[in-house]
Each structure stands twice: as C-alpha cells, then as structure tokens.
C-alpha cells in the first residue's frame, strides 16, 4: 500500500514495534510468523516505500543483523542505502539532472498515451465498406433459383 497517510501513522505509532519484537521472540525458526514478517519487508523493500524502509532499517536492523538464511533484511539495508544516495546525490548533483529524470519519465509516459490513442484510432475505424453485400436476413446461404 503506498498511501502516505497510512505509512506516518505506521511509523509514528511505532506499530511495526510488536511486529519486530515478535520476530525477535520468534528467533529464527522457519514458521508463518517469521515467513509473513519476511515478507512484509520484502514488500516494503520491493515497493521503496521510503519512509518505511527508513523506518525498518533505522529502528529495528539490530533485529535482524544476524539473520542470514533470507536476503531480505540485506536487501532492505542496501535499498535504504541506495535511497539515501538518491536524496543525498540529487542535491549534489542540482536540479538540472533530477528534472532531466523526470522530464525523460513524463516524456515516454506522454509517447505511450499517444501509441494508445492510435492504437484506439487505428482499430476503432469503421470497416464497413470493406465487408461486402451482406447476406438477406433470415437466408443463410443464396442460391440461383431464389425469388
């Protein structure tokens, strides 16, 4: 889910607390406790929730340092660190390259729309003048000696 709204309310009510201090209970056996808690991060991870990841690898990686039967709680690490790249290196490089991005995104989305529009165009079009007489009602085949 990525509504901000639901994501501040997670990180300032601290509920993803009991989530981690469950797993930490749990230590490392292989049960649907630690299989769903994996794969909330995984989620986290793999939507770059932002706030979230900074949220899980801020508070609580000290849980999940030596845990090394998953990548997950690596990969959430190395997606935080990527992320703080991008805020870090955006400001570093100005605002030229950040709007270069986001102008190249809105331009292939405005490219896209446009194929689709005549997509939509090319097989909307009529094609009734290319199909022929068409038959008389109620007759399937026409033969010679029909009135």
Do not use: C, W
Not at 18 to 24: E, G, K, T
Not at 64 to 79: A, E, N, Q, R
Not at 128 to 144: H, K, R
């Amino acid at each position: 889910v990525k509504d901000d709204f639901y994501n501040r309310y997670l990180v300032k009510n601290s509920l993803l607390t009991p989530v981690f201090a469950l797993f930490q209970v749990n230590d490392s056996r292989d049960n649907l406790i630690n299989s769903a808690i994996i794969d909330i991060v995984d989620h986290i991870r793999t939507e770059n929730i932002k706030s979230l990841v900074e949220h899980v690898v801020d508070n609580f990686s000290d849980v999940f340092k030596g845990v090394d039967y998953v990548s997950t709680f690596k990969s959430i690490v190395l997606k935080h660190e990527q992320n703080l790249e991008m805020r870090g290196g955006g400001a570093d490089l100005g605002a030229e390259a950040g709007g270069s991005t986001l102008s190249s995104a809105a331009e292939q989305h405005r490219k896209k729309v446009a194929q689709e529009d005549e997509d939509e165009a090319y097989f909307g079009e009529g094609d009734d003048d290319e199909i022929g007489p068409q038959p008389a009602p109620g007759s399937l085949v026409s033969y010679a000696d029909d009135p």
